[in-house]
């Protein structure tokens, strides 16, 4: 989890450790003597190039990448002092830049680091605090993006166990970098300001309706995930007109989360929630990863108010309302009102809130994207009907948070604020918004929502030629967001399992279809790569549960004779619909060989695979392998039952490091000359798809603080990233993933924010695809230290992607008749015939 603490905000129950006093650990204004980083040694990457000097109670962690960094005092600028450390980074084309300061660290206690950074480029950097040795776990980090100007950011942890620690820099990307004035203390809790009296939710007796950030994720088999159950409003509350209505199947559970909430370790909470259900019911609930959680609540027919409350004993930058609900024998409903969370002992005797009126925004579109000539429209709904003297105030702002416009107007009823299309370039905004009376007090919660400008999709026809894929639950609303966002193909993988033997056959010969989500993905003009994978449990001998549950491997007798009728069955039932099968889902894990699986049996899993397209549908296509980089063992075993077993080589790449460089220590390149040379070993070379990869933890464009890649620099890595796979001859990338409904601040993985938005990554994405899905890779150039990457002419137009390979600003003159567009597609205004080019890439087009 990642907990960290750049600057105030407007978290619910903030800790704000800036204020608290405790015992220092460590300082450091990189005034004393700097000392040199060590000469190479044998067991260094052979490709790591570090040099220079770090101040004298740092060091270079960095060996074992593949980086070129040079360290140095800099005597320019300083944040106070005489210098500051000064980090020029060259390449890093795999792993990681990582500059530490090591410490002793105490079990239990609460660390608060906090230092002086800047940057040049936009320059995005992770900083938290991490194991010295192995396992290497890190109780903390958060990532930011940088600016030329100093500022200071800090973050807090609760370390497990005493422990040797790193306060750790991570830097995945080209750029210059400068720290000054750091700093480590314990954290005195008892110093802690105490949290705001009252309710801390606002909007949670549902009267204006269901904010986006109040989300219910439903859990279960496809069958229940695939029905998109949403929450509804409903008449009768316990505290006013309404209640919020969740719907539980009973095939499935699901549970219903708060926005994202800040919880103070030694401080009390209660908690407080009015509940009724169809049925009898036992239902949990309390804040995640804490130990405030209700004993098992009876919901039955009749509404109740239910409370519990306790003193969080662990510290826990993010944390949500979680209310459970479990599997039972028949579906049924739950209805939930009036919650609330306080900071005391004991709960309040009746429901209250912060402010006299409910207020919720939101808008219908899938992934709030808007087209570049649609009116962008939003809902605004409150609760009482607001007073003639109140209004709802508006402002927007741009994606770099620059406020282009306010607004107010007397709200009557629910009421609709329309942006027209000629009023906003392309790229991301968020509106926020409040009621305010005649004074201008603020009367309402003051609510925020987020959305992209784009272009149309460019026709691709069928879409088999896209380079585009992604991962995404096989409904409406997420297969229009893929079709919408320029995605032309989607693999079923984990977002949406309907293909995997486990979902087709869940009892031995009886298969299961979902054709309805199937045909209308297609109707939508997506294209499928599905998955032969996952057998049932009722073809294995080793039970694991959970989610690896559902990955058996096939050990009874007659697995191969079964999997072959899996085949049969799939690959003849979807002729047509689905004719790209991958095999397996990264087969190389250790998931796979615990529970019985070895390449023997893979190799055969993809010859009777390829032996039932031929059968059965000729004109589909196997795609085999599917391994990662440093797996050459595996991918070995895999290619020695040769080539002609599989149609495309299939490979996953996870990495936060931005893209580019000359071919020698391009990451893309590298890993595709790398298949490549593997796959003439051992027969003829397939085509190459990057099937699965991307961010492990992608932040939040609404709550940026909740950690993960910085939405600032999401931008330019998925740009970089197509970019360099598609020069290195990577035909198709599938990136992971779209999931089913995050809460508030919930990263993991997930391309969309609460309420569906998509995150400034896939928007990105979209106005690359539009620019140049289609065209081939022509030739990259290098200019003045900026590459660029040329496209051949689809379209009518001709695109050359352009970025500064050390990612300081470098000035790129415009080639005359060309237009430059940033990287949302905007023109940009020149100087002299000149633009600067940065880390962040910008398009030329002819």
Request: with cysteine; glycine share 8%; proline share 5%.
């Amino acid at each position: 989890m990642r907990i960290s603490c750049a600057s105030l905000g407007a978290f619910i129950g903030l800790s704000i450790l800036g204020s608290a006093f405790g015992q220092t650990v460590y300082q450091d204004d990189f005034e004393a003597k700097f000392q040199a980083v060590p000469a190479k040694e044998k067991g260094w990457n052979a490709n790591a190039d570090i040099t220079g000097e770090v101040g004298a109670n740092w060091g270079d962690n960095s060996s074992w990448a593949e980086v070129g960094i040079a360290y140095s005092r800099d005597e320019v600028n300083p944040h106070s002092g005489k210098a500051s450390q000064r980090i020029d980074v060259k390449r890093v084309s795999s792993g990681a830049v990582q500059f530490t300061h090591p410490f002793k660290a105490e079990k239990g206690k609460v660390y608060l680091a906090k230092l002086w950074m800047r940057g040049l480029g936009n320059a995005s950097i992770t900083y938290g605090f991490r194991q010295k040795d192995a396992p290497w776990q890190i109780p903390g980090s958060e990532t930011v993006a940088l600016s030329p100007e100093w500022r200071e950011f800090s973050i807090q942890a609760e370390i497990p166990n005493d422990d040797q620690m790193f306060l750790m820099l991570w830097i995945h990307s080209p750029s210059s970098y400068w720290i000054d004035d750091a700093s480590i203390e314990i954290v005195d809790l008892s110093k802690l300001p105490t949290p705001p009296e009252g309710n801390m939710f606002s909007n949670s007796s549902f009267e204006a309706g269901i904010p986006e950030n109040w989300v219910f994720h439903a859990e279960g088999s496809d069958t229940v995930k695939l029905r998109d159950l949403r929450p509804r409003i409903v008449d009768g509350g316990a505290v006013g007109g309404k209640s919020v209505c969740v719907d539980i199947l009973k095939d499935g559970s699901g549970y219903l989360r708060s926005p994202m909430l800040s919880p103070t370790k030694g401080q009390s909470y209660s908690v407080s929630l009015w509940l009724k259900a169809s049925r009898d019911v036992q239902i949990d609930a309390g804040l995640i990863d804490t130990n405030l959680w209700s004993p098992k609540i009876s919901a039955n027919t009749e509404w109740k108010r239910f409370t519990f409350s306790a003193k969080v004993d662990k510290f826990r930058k993010v944390s949500w309302l979680q209310i459970s609900f479990p599997q039972l024998d028949s579906d049924y409903s739950v209805f939930v009102d009036g919650v609330m969370l306080e900071a005391k002992p004991e709960p309040a005797k009746e429901f209250s809130e912060q402010f006299p009126y409910e207020f919720v925004v939101g808008t219908d579109r899938p992934g709030h994207i808007f087209f570049d000539e649609e009116k962008a429209m939003f809902k605004l709904s409150a609760a009482p009907s607001p007073k003639d003297d109140v209004k709802a105030k508006i402002a927007v702002q741009d994606f770099s948070g620059k406020e282009l416009g306010t607004s107010s107007f007397k709200l009557i009823g629910n009421g609709m604020f329309i942006i027209n299309a000629d009023n906003l370039k392309r790229g991301m905004f968020k509106l926020s918004a409040m009621l305010v009376d005649a004074d201008g007090k603020q009367v309402s919660p003051a609510e925020e929502i987020s959305w992209a400008r784009i272009p149309r999709p460019a026709d691709m026809g069928d879409g088999r030629d896209s380079y585009f894929g992604i991962h995404i639950p096989m409904v409406g609303d997420y297969i229009q967001i893929a079709r919408l966002s320029g995605q032309r193909w989607v693999r079923l993988h984990d977002s949406s399992m309907i293909a995997k033997w486990n979902s087709l056959e869940p009892k031995e010969g009886d298969f299961r279809f979902y054709d309805e989500n199937i045909s209308l993905a297609k109707k939508e003009g997506l294209m499928i790569l599905g998955m032969l994978d996952g057998a049932p449990p009722w073809m294995g001998s080793k039970d694991r549960g959970g989610y690896w549950g559902f990955w058996t491997i096939p050990t009874r007798a007659d697995w191969k004779e079964k999997w072959r009728y899996y085949c049969n069955t799939a690959i003849t039932h979807y002729k047509g619909r689905i004719d790209d099968w991958e095999i397996w889902n990264e087969p190389w894990g250790e998931w796979f060989f615990s529970a019985g699986g070895d390449p023997a049996m893979y190799v055969e899993f993809m010859r009777q695979a390829k032996e039932s397209t031929a059968a059965n549908n000729p004109s589909a296509q196997i795609i085999g392998v599917d391994t990662y980089a440093g797996h050459e063992k595996w991918t070995e075993a895999a290619l020695k039952g040769g080539t002609d077993v599989y149609d495309v080589f299939s490979y996953h790449d996870y990495s936060d490091a931005l893209a580019g460089g000359a071919a020698a220590v391009n990451r893309c390149q590298q890993q595709a000359d790398l298949w490549r040379s593997w796959q003439a070993r051992f027969g003829k070379v397939k085509p190459i798809w990057n099937t699965e990869g991307g961010v492990m933890d992608l932040g939040s464009f609404m709550k940026p603080r909740a950690g993960g890649m910085h939405f600032e620099t999401q931008p330019s890595y998925i740009v970089r990233y197509d970019t360099c796979l598609r020069a290195a001859g990577v035909q198709k990338f599938f990136y992971y993933a779209i999931h089913l409904d995050p809460a508030e601040g919930e990263n993991s993985c997930r391309a969309t924010d609460a309420g569906r938005a998509v995150k400034p990554l896939l928007a990105a994405r979209a106005i690359f695809a539009w620019l140049t899905d289609g065209a081939a890779f022509k030739e990259r150039t290098e200019t003045d230290g900026v590459e660029c990457y040329a496209f051949e002419p689809v379209r009518g137009r001709q695109v050359t992607v352009c970025w500064s390979i050390d990612g300081q600003d470098k000035k790129f003159i415009v080639p005359a008749g060309s237009s430059v567009l940033d990287i949302w597609g905007n023109e940009m205004a020149r100087k002299d015939g000149a633009v600067a080019v940065g880390n962040t890439p910008v398009y030329i087009v002819d």
